[in-house]
T-cell receptor, first 114, second 112 residues
Framework: DTAVSQTPKYLVTQMGNDKSIKCEQN?????MYWYKQDSKKFLKIMFS???????INETVPNRFSPKSPDKAHLNLHINSLELGDSAVYFC?????????????FGEGSRLTVL | QQQVKQSPQSLIVQKGGISIINCAYE??????FPWYQQFPGKGPALLIA?????SEKKEGRFTISFNKSAKQFSLHIMDSQPGDSATYFC???????????FGGGTRLMVKP
């Protein structure tokens, strides 16, 4: 069983379109994240949710909107896609307030905007 | 402003050699320093982590050395193997696991 699963694994779309990425974790964790990894492999946090509540919102354009219907799911919707949005998006989860600090990452969703 | 600086960007080591990756941080409030390993097409996975109350932590062939006064920490991979070829990220956080700030990554290639 995959601990953190993301779908789809690949998206190829045109500029201006809207797309969504879904994430689910079966680890029973309280906290979920979205990270963006650019072409140079740099990993940057975008959002974090704890028990469906947004707790971290880094400087991300309003075109990106996360939604957490329950603590096991965190989806990412992107409006009006731009070329610079091309990247690999990673979902991750962690057990909030447990001092292990380990983040469990999904396998990533590679978004290509043409 | 990059809060965690990692070097080198890439590293080639012969099988059996020692791989050394260095990181430096700015924020003295950081209290948790993990290293993550990422294979192509996969997400990063925790390799080993250290807190500032110890200067060294070893797990198998992997060792973290931590220098609090210099605000630096490093990963040593002893007896490097081709299977260790991956991208390695150092990271830091103020509250373990939440809001991890990653270094820029080091692509390690271990030649047979």
């Amino acid at each position: 069983d995959t601990a953190v699963s993301q779908t789809p694994k690949y998206l190829v779309t045109q500029m201006g379109n809207d797309k969504s990425i879904k994430c689910e974790q079966n680890l029973g964790h309280d906290t979920m994240y979205w990270y963006k990894q650019d072409s140079k492999k740099f990993l940057k946090i975008m959002f974090s949710y704890n028990n469906k509540e947004l707790i971290i919102n880094e400087t991300v354009p309003n075109r990106f909107s996360p939604k957490s219907p329950d603590k096991a799911h965190l989806n990412l919707h992107i409006n009006s896609l731009e070329l610079g949005d091309s990247a690999v998006y990673f979902c991750a989860s962690s057990q909030h307030r447990v001092n292990t600090g380990e983040l469990f990452f999904g396998e990533g969703s590679r978004l290509t905007v043409l | 402003q990059q809060q965690v600086k990692q070097s080198p960007q890439s590293l080639i080591v012969q099988k059996g050699g020692i791989s050394i990756i260095n990181c430096a941080y700015e924020n003295t409030a950081f209290d948790y320093f993990p290293w993550y390993q990422q294979f192509p097409g996969k997400g990063p996975a925790l390799l080993i982590a250290i807190r500032p109350d110890v200067s060294e932590k070893k797990e198998g062939r992997f060792t973290i050395s931590f220098n609090k006064s210099a605000k630096q920490f490093s990963l040593h991979i002893m007896d490097s193997q081709p299977g260790d070829s991956a991208t390695y990220f150092c990271a830091a956080s103020k509250n373990a696991g939440n809001m991890l700030t990653f270094g820029g990554g080091t692509r390690l290639m271990v030649k047979p």
